[in-house]
């Protein structure tokens, strides 16, 4: 589920703007259910007591604390101080002895210079933070520590929040039980926001989506086995699974119509596109509305579609699962899916249980994130997909995030695999992205784009060209065109070529 439009830059021309019950659960051979809130929130547990302890703030002043935490060791404890003994010794005294002279050994002077690069006036208000991901070292900073909008790299957050919740294997389940009244049936969303009007078979901009006449199907089935039941005549939509507005206050309602964004709702189809087979398609206006249509006609003969909830302990006639957590999370990253992003964010403030809202989810990711041991002190998490200004992350976050995702701790190797690839895959291979002398870094650069009409970001992980390992946040922030693509890219093209010689000049 979470700027004028993020970069969902898919097949984009450069220059335009981009439970009742629970719902989430790992599919088995036999009956498996939905998995728990509350075993997740008992798991998470001794997680948010770590994250109370480790948490910094990071208002007004708190880019000093950041960096404190994010700061080399602590200083040695002071010696211990001598005893005084009973009896009074006389002192010996010493051998003189000639020290030999001590020498510090000359700071490291790197000289390979980006300043150039640096003050390219397309990259308007620059932030940017250069990590040697193997030592640690922080090569180049500027304004590293201040938190400032993500736009669509903050779904790397999002992704890591999800993984740390969910196995990457997990699925979510779309499920119809039997309604309240005779000869009716419940449609009840469990925020699957890639089930599919689609015929079985067919591939939409979800790979690996369930199709809604496979669970007509099985609900027609469920319905004929027992001979008391009347006709199937009535069908009720409960997407009660999220809660609250389903669009955000401080998302440009352009992006609905250009095709990055619907109304965030836990019950919908082809993430409400009109063309469920592209990425770029534009959404409708009542998600809710499309889904219900599509499965009337699909179970058929029923004549009354009308919204509500599921019965408490009702019996369950059919369910279809949702691509797992790994593709969700890859397609969210690899063409910046803002429809996505926004799922799992919510689902994860559902299953840690801070509520199904826009509110829920600062609350939920910070604690879900809070595990990776790096300072959280500047973040504030307004949506999952980034489309909001309001998200904040300092860069000095990705750097230490993406060290731990290119090692591929826990199970954040998942992002490393989904991040698009320069010159190759996703929203860095197209035609104006890592082009002309940038071409150097052709599969160098793994990273996450972003863009909202304030700003231009890219951040990952780069495979320098003396092999030095890199991780590094670019912001172009303020007042800024799409030529600010090229500018980052050249930037980064620099710190390819510079490695671990890049001057902090």
């Known amino acids: 589920m979470p700027r004028v439009s993020d970069e969902t830059d898919a097949a984009r021309p450069a220059g335009t703007a981009g439970e009742p019950a629970p719902a989430t659960g790992r599919p088995s051979a036999g009956d498996a259910g939905p998995r728990g809130i509350r075993g997740l929130i008992a798991r998470n547990r001794a997680l948010a007591a770590a994250a109370a302890l480790v948490a910094v703030a990071l208002a007004g002043g708190g880019a000093v604390a950041l960096g404190t935490a994010l700061s080399g060791p602590p200083a040695p404890a002071p010696a211990a101080m001598p005893t005084e003994s009973a009896t009074p010794r006389p002192t010996p005294t010493p051998t003189p002895v000639t020290a030999p002279p001590t020498t510090e050994p000359p700071a490291r002077v790197r000289t390979c210079s980006v300043a150039d690069l640096a003050a390219d006036p397309r990259l308007a208000n620059l932030q940017a933070q250069v990590m040697n991901a193997g030592t640690g070292e922080v090569l180049y900073d500027r304004g590293g520590l201040t938190a400032s909008r993500t736009a669509s790299v903050m779904k790397v957050v999002t992704a890591a929040a999800a993984l740390a919740v969910f196995s990457p294997d997990d699925r979510f389940a779309t499920r119809v039980v039997r309604g309240a009244e005779p000869g009716s049936v419940v449609l009840v969303g469990g925020g699957d926001v890639t089930l599919s009007r689609t015929p079985s078979g067919n591939e939409t901009a979800y790979p690996g989506a369930a199709h809604l006449d496979e669970l007509a199907r099985q609900v027609r089935e469920a319905w004929a086995a027992d001979p008391s039941n009347p006709p199937l005549t009535k069908l009720?939509?409960?997407?009660?699974?999220?809660?609250?507005?389903?669009?955000?206050?401080?998302?440009?309602?352009?992006?609905?119509?250009?095709?990055?964004?619907?109304?965030?709702?836990?019950?919908?189809?082809?993430?409400?596109?009109?063309?469920?087979?592209?990425?770029?398609?534009?959404?409708?206006?009542?998600?809710?509305?499309?889904?219900?249509?599509?499965?009337?006609?699909?179970?058929?003969?029923?004549?009354?579609?009308?919204?509500?909830?599921?019965?408490?302990?009702?019996?369950?006639?059919?369910?279809v699962w949702s691509p797992t957590v790994a593709q969700l999370v890859d397609k969210s990253l690899v063409v910046s899916d803002n429809t996505v992003a926004e799922m799992l964010a919510r689902l994860v403030a559902i299953e840690l249980g801070t509520g199904n809202d826009f509110a829920a989810i600062d609350p939920a990711v910070r604690q879900a994130i809070a595990g990776y041991g790096i300072a959280r002190g500047g973040i504030r998490v307004v949506d999952g997909s980034g489309l909001s200004p309001e998200n904040t992350v300092p860069p000095a976050y990705f750097t230490r995030l993406f060290a731990k995702v290119d090692a591929r701790e826990g199970n954040l190797g998942v992002i490393l695999d989904g991040l698009p690839v320069s010159g190759r895959t996703g929203s860095l291979s197209y035609a104006d992205r890592f082009a002309g002398d940038n071409a150097v870094a052709h599969g160098a650069v793994l990273a996450k784009t972003g863009w909202i009409t304030t700003g231009y970001t890219l951040s990952g992980i780069i495979r320098a060209q003396d092999g030095t390992t890199l991780t590094f946040a670019i912001y172009a922030l303020g007042d800024v065109t799409a030529a600010a693509k090229q500018a980052i890219d050249t930037l980064a093209t620099g710190f390819y070529r510079c490695g671990d010689e890049l001057a902090d000049d």
């Open 236 to 319: 009720v939509l409960d997407s009660s699974l999220f809660g609250g507005e389903t669009w955000h206050a401080s998302w440009d309602p352009v992006v609905r119509g250009e095709g990055f964004m619907p109304h965030m709702t836990a019950l919908m189809v082809d993430g409400d596109r009109d063309d469920p087979y592209a990425n770029v398609s534009a959404r409708g206006t009542d998600p809710v509305g499309r889904v219900g249509e599509a499965f009337a006609a699909a179970l058929g003969g029923v004549a009354i579609v009308e919204r509500g909830t599921a019965p408490a302990g009702a019996v369950e006639l059919g369910r």
